[in-house]
């Protein structure tokens, strides 16, 4: 684990048993691009590692679409109390994920689902990181999320384009909190989000 990432003793334990099975799995199913392979901590983990220090404390309930290889949401188990649900229909990055938590130690649900049919209750949070462009993540994601929830999503560059496509049919309050990883990178945090359409017709 490389020096600056400021977590505790326990936190950085879990990381590393996580870090060491997905490099593992990695030799056999495609969890991370090879290329990435040798960056994973900077890359992968501090890059979702961000995502932890905006979760609320007291085991607030958090839904992760597409999870994939663990990213943001295993990330996120590890680091934080929260009560967290990874959403990924592929089969075998299910299972890894399911393996990796108990290597790792932390309590999550997996849920093998495409996220259109997942069925999972409301949650608090809804992060996702390098899944779809944001209008989908919208769809998706409202879904999943309370009321009086938000989502987080790691995007790069395209994230002003992709809030402007978004705003056609989505109302919401919106903070932009700058990547600590990646120079181009931002963390969208969304909080009332409401189709216009509905609102038209209140």
């Known amino acids: 684990m490389p020096k600056g990432l400021d977590v505790s003793r326990e936190t950085r334990e879990r990381l590393e048993r996580y870090a060491?099975?997905?490099?593992?799995?990695?030799?056999?199913?495609n969890l991370v691009s090879p290329h990435d392979l040798p960056h994973l901590w900077l890359r992968h983990i501090a890059d979702s590692l961000q995502l932890a220090a905006l979760i609320p404390?007291?085991?607030?309930?958090?839904v992760d679409m597409g999870s994939g290889g663990g990213f943001p949401g295993l990330v996120i188990a590890c680091a934080t109390d929260a009560h967290v649900t990874l959403i990924e229909s592929d089969?075998?990055?299910?299972?890894?994920?399911?393996?990796?938590?108990?290597?790792?130690?932390?309590?999550?649900?997996?849920c093998a689902q495409r996220l259109e049919v997942a069925d999972v209750p409301p949650a608090q949070v809804v992060t996702a990181?390098?899944?779809?462009?944001?209008?989908?993540?919208?769809?998706?994601?409202?879904r999943f999320l309370r009321p009086d929830g938000f989502c987080l999503f790691l995007k790069g560059r395209?994230?002003?384009e992709e809030l402007t496509a978004a705003g056609a049919d989505w109302h919401m309050t919106t903070t932009r909190?700058?990547?600590?990883?990646?120079?181009?990178?931002?963390?969208?945090?969304l909080s009332d989000i409401r189709r216009v359409r509905d609102l038209n017709n209140e």
């Open 158 to 160: 395209n994230a002003e």
């Open 177 to 189: 909190i700058p990547s600590r990883t990646n120079a181009d990178g931002v963390i969208l945090e």
């Open 129 to 142: 990181r390098a899944l779809a462009p944001l209008p989908l993540l919208l769809e998706w994601g409202t």
């Open 20 to 29: 060491d099975i997905l490099l593992r799995w990695s030799q056999k199913i």
């Open 57 to 62: 404390s007291g085991g607030v309930s958090l």
């Open 91 to 110: 089969q075998r990055k299910a299972a890894f994920l399911r393996e990796a938590a108990r290597v790792a130690g932390v309590q999550v649900t997996v």
